[in-house]
């Protein structure tokens, strides 16, 4: 009998660690994290931000200017002058 406790402990230790990593992939998807490291767009900042990624923003002139977000005429996306992050 002694010998089913160490294998019992295993077993426990295994289904919590499963369960801890399935949690926070959950978590990560609550947030709205992307599994592909995409990242967020934060308003008034185009740092790390490839447009080319983000088509629901920067496909829509409302969207990007509600971001503080203005296209050149060369196409170059640019922070609004003026603009403040909320």
């Known amino acids: 009998m002694s010998g089913n406790k160490p294998f019992g402990a295993l077993a426990i230790i295994t289904a919590l660690s499963v369960l801890g990593a399935t949690s926070a992939a959950m978590a990560e998807r609550e947030r709205g994290d992307r599994p ?20 629901e923003i920067f496909g829509n002139p409302a969207a990007a200017r509600s971001y503080g977000f203005v296209q050149s005429r060369d196409g170059t996306w640019h922070v ?7």
Do not use: E, I, K, W
Request: net charge positive; hydrophobic share 25%; with cysteine.
């Open 36 to 55: 592909d490291n995409r990242g967020f767009v934060m308003p008034c900042s185009l740092d790390g931000v490839n447009p080319a990624y983000r088509p």
């Open 80 to 86: 609004a002058p003026g603009c403040r992050r909320r």
